[in-house]
DNA sequence: TTTCTATGTTAAATGACTTGACAAATAGGT
DNA sequence: ACCTATTTGTCAAGTCATTTAACATAGAAA
C-alpha cells in the first residue's frame, strides 16, 4: 500500500494513539512492553506511560511478568481479561458454531450445532437465540456477563447489517440481521461476512498472525474469501469484495447456483465435491464410497474421511477441486499479491491432500514476484477460524468503547 | 474496508490534519472553501483557519472568488500554481510520455515519444534524460525549475525504486530506477508502475474522480492493472498487485511470454490483437488491413484506425478482446468489487466497440452485488492517464515536503 | 435599513505529546 | 558486597494543535 491522498480514519480522531495501543497490546501474543509500544508507535516512553496507567484506571490492561537479558526488565502488558465475556457467532451454511470468549480472547465454552441457513431469518436467527441462552447456562453466565456479539454470514454484507444479493442465504436478503440481533441480546453486535471473518481469526491467533497482505479462503458448502491489508478488510463498493467462489474457471463448466457455467464453486466446492463421487460410484469406480446407502446421501465430509482413509478415489476428487481451486487462487495471487494464503473451511481439514495441489497450480499459473512471495497453509483454528473472528470483532467493539469513555 | 486493527499513518503523524488539508484542496476541483474543509475533516472552522493561514504563509494556497446563494460567501482555496513545476514521465513498452505541469497539476507542455523498454536501462535512461532536457528547453525552463519527478514503468516496481521480475522489461531486473533518476535529475523522484499511475491519474482528473474503490486497466502490448483504495494504492506483498496481464483465461490458450499457456495478456494485448489479424489476413479474410505491406508488420493501431472506419474482421478482432477482457475483469470484479473500472491504454482508444463487450461479459460472469454497483468506462485522459498520475506523485513528494517545512 | 444566516477570525482553555531530568531495576565486573 | 553500565519507567514543565466561545464579516431577504 502507499498513500497517494491523505484522510484520516473516519470517526474518532481523538484518542488514535490509545486505540492503537489498545490494539497492539492484545494482538501481541506474550504481551508487550511500554518500550517496545513506544518503540513501534514512534511516540516516546512518557507518552505510553500517561496512556498506559490510563487504560490501567480503567481495568482494561493489566501488567504481568516476564524476563530479559540485561537491563531493567520490561512490565509486560496484557489486556485484563477479568472485566467481562463477548460471544462469537458463525453460521454457516449447515452449521452454526458459537463461542464465548473472555476479554483476552480466551474460549469458555464452545458449541457446535446442526443449522440450516435455508430456513431463512425467521427460523434461524431466534435458533440463535435459545442455542445462545443454553451456551451461556451451560457456561453458569447470564446473557449480562456479555459486552459484545460478533456474528458472522455466509453472504456479502452491506453497510446496515444485513445481506445483499447473496447467492445462498434465500430469504435474507436486506433483512437486519445486524438490527435483530442487538434487539434480542441488547447489546452491540458486528455482522461480517464469515470469510472476513476467518481472514480476521487466523491474522490474529492463526497461522497468518501479523500478516500484512493476508488472503484466507473458506472452501465449504460455499466458497467465499476474505483479504485483509494493512489491518483493514477489503469489502469493496458493496461489501462483495473477495467472492471468489463465482469466478469463472471453465467457461463450459457445470452450471452453477448463481445461474452462470464453470464457477470455482460448481467445480471445487463441497456440493460439486460430494456430487462428483456420487458419479464415481455410480460409474461403477472402486471406491469404499460405494458402501454408503443410498449413494447420493454421500456427503463431502464422507469423501475427506474416506481420503484420510487411503481411497483413492477420493483423493482424485479431492487432488482436482485442489488444482480448480488452485486456478482460482492463482487469479487472487496475481491481482492481491498477498504475503500469505491460508486456506480453511470443512473441505480444508484435509490438508496437505488439498494444499499441496493447491500450491502447485497457484505456482504453475501466478506470475514470478508474486508467487514466490506468497505462503500457502491450512487454518490453524480449524473449524473455529470464523467464530474466533466473530470474537475479535466484539472485542474491538468493547475494548475501543472501554478506551474512549472509562 | 472496515478497521478492525487501529494503526497510524508510518511516518509524519504530526501535522497529519495539515496534509490532508492539502489533499482536500488540490483534489477537489474548482477549489474547497474552509467550512467545507471543516466538515469534511471534522475539524472546527477555527482549526482549519489556522491550518489554512499557515499554507498560505508557505504560498502553497491562495484564495480565490466563487459564488453562493445565501449568506456570506465562502473564501474558496485553491494551491497556488505559481511555486514551481514538476515532471511525469511514463516509460510505457513503445512510447514514453513526458509532460511538464505546474503546482496545480497543469499541463504545460508535453512530449510523445516513440521508445524501446528492451534497451534496458542504460540507454533508455540517458534517453530519458536527453528528451528531458529538450522539453525543458522548449517550454523556456530549466532543470532547477523542477521541483520533483514522477516516473512510470510497465512492471512490478518494489520498495527500493526498482523493479522485480517483470514479465517484460528484460535487463531491468533489480536495477535502481529510482536512484538513477534522481542522481541524473537532482530532485526527489517517485517511481511507480504505470497502471498504477493510470489509476491515480483518473482518480484525481479523470474518469475516476473521487471514487473510493477505483480499478484502472490499461490494455497495450501489455496489459496491467491499478487498484485503488480510499487514497491508496494497492501494491501487495511485492509490488505486483493488480497483474491482470497474466490470469488464466483459456487453459489451453496460446502460450505468453511469460511462459504460461491462455494469459489474458496471450489474448487480448495489443500483440495479441495484431498476430490474430495476421492470421485472418493469411487466411484471406476480406479486410482493408490487407493493403498493409508485409503482412506482419500490422500492428495494433493499425486495427483500432481499420475498425474506427467500419472494417468488420478489425471490429470482431477488437470486440472478441474485449470478451477476454471482460473474462478477466470479472473475476477482478468478483474479487475487488470496485465502484468503477477505468479502461485505458492504447488499445481502449477506440471506445465502446471495446468496451461494450467488456461490459457485456463483466454483467454475465460477475456476481450480482458486484456487477450492480460497477460502473465500466474509458479513460478520460486518454493516452496521458499514467503521465498524469506520475505528476500527481510528484506534485504528492512536493506539496507534502513544503507543508511539513516552509 | 434591519434582520437573518452563513463564513471566517480571534483569544483563552484544553490536552496530548515532547523534552529532559530522575528513579527503578537488573547484569556484570571488581 | 559494591560499583558501574544499561535499560525501563515516571515525573514536571513546556509546546503546540485543537476546541470553545465570542465576535467580526459578508451577503440575501424582509
Not at 465475556?85 to 476479554?103: E, K, P
Not at 441462552?133 to 456479539?149: H, P, Y
Not at 447489546?187 to 501479523?210: F, Q, T
Not at 454421500?298 to 487411503?310: C, E, H, L, N
Request: with cysteine.
Amino acid at each position: 500500500m502507499s498513500t497517494f491522498f491523505w484522510t484520516l480514519p473516519k470517526q474518532n480522531v481523538k484518542n488514535l494513539n490509545k486505540h492503537a495501543v489498545v490494539d497492539l497490546i492484545r494482538f501481541t501474543s506474550g504481551g508487550i512492553s511500554r518500550i517496545e509500544l513506544s518503540r513501534q508507535m514512534n511516540l516516546t516512553r512518557a507518552a505510553i506511560t500517561t496512556i498506559v496507567s490510563d487504560l490501567q484506571l480503567t481495568g482494561l490492561v493489566r501488567e504481568i511478568e516476564a524476563h530479559y537479558p540485561s537491563g531493567r526488565r520490561p512490565i509486560v502488558l496484557e489486556i485484563n481479561p477479568d472485566r467481562g465475556y463477548v460471544l462469537g457467532i458463525d453460521m454457516g451454511a449447515t452449521h452454526v458454531t458459537i463461542l464465548i470468549a473472555d476479554f483476552s480472547a480466551k474460549v469458555v465454552r464452545e458449541m457446535d450445532e446442526p443449522f440450516d441457513i435455508n430456513d431463512g431469518p425467521s427460523v434461524c436467527l431466534p435458533r440463535i437465540e435459545s442455542l445462545v441462552k443454553q451456551i451461556l447456562s451451560e457456561a453458569g453466565l447470564t446473557i449480562k456477563d456479555i459486552s459484545a456479539v460478533g456474528a458472522g454470514v455466509p453472504g456479502p454484507v452491506v453497510e446496515g447489517g444485513g445481506v445483499s444479493g447473496p447467492p445462498i442465504m434465500p430469504g435474507w436478503d436486506g433483512y437486519p440481521i445486524r438490527d435483530d440481533l442487538e434487539a434480542r441480546f441488547g447489546v452491540p453486535v458486528s455482522l461480517s461476512n464469515d470469510a472476513e471473518l476467518g481472514a480476521i481469526g487466523e491474522w490474529a491467533y492463526g497461522a497468518g498472525r501479523g500478516e500484512r497482505n493476508l488472503a484466507y479462503i473458506k472452501v465449504g458448502t460455499g466458497i467465499g474469501a476474505g483479504l485483509l491489508l494493512d489491518g483493514q478488510i477489503l469489502r469493496g463498493a458493496s461489501g462483495s469484495a473477495g467472492e471468489i467462489g463465482h469466478i469463472t474457471i471453465d467457461e463450459n463448466g457445470p452450471i452453477c447456483s448463481c445461474g452462470n457455467r464453470g464457477c470455482l464453486e460448481a467445480l471445487a466446492g463441497g456440493r460439486a465435491i460430494s456430487d462428483q463421487a456420487i458419479r464415481e460410484v455410480r460409474n461403477g469406480r472402486r471406491t469404499i464410497l460405494s458402501e454408503i446407502n443410498p449413494v447420493d446421501k454421500i456427503r463431502s465430509r464422507d469423501i475427506i474421511a474416506a481420503a484420510r482413509r487411503g481411497d483413492l478415489v477420493s483423493q482424485q476428487i479431492v487432488s482436482e477441486a485442489g488444482v480448480h481451486l488452485g486456478t482460482a487462487l492463482a487469479s487472487l495471487v496475481n491481482l492481491f499479491n498477498p504475503s500469505m494464503v491460508v486456506v480453511g473451511g470443512g473441505v480444508a481439514q484435509i490438508g496437505d491432500l488439498l494444499l499441496e495441489p493447491i500450491r502447485q497450480t497457484v505456482h504453475e499459473r501466478s506470475l514470478l514476484p508474486a508467487s514466490r512471495s506468497v505462503r500457502i497453509t491450512s487454518a490453524l483454528l480449524g473449524r473455529r477460524s470464523s467464530a474466533m473472528g466473530a470474537v475479535v470483532q466484539a472485542l474491538s467493539i468493547v475494548l475501543h468503547q472501554l478506551a474512549d469513555h472509562g
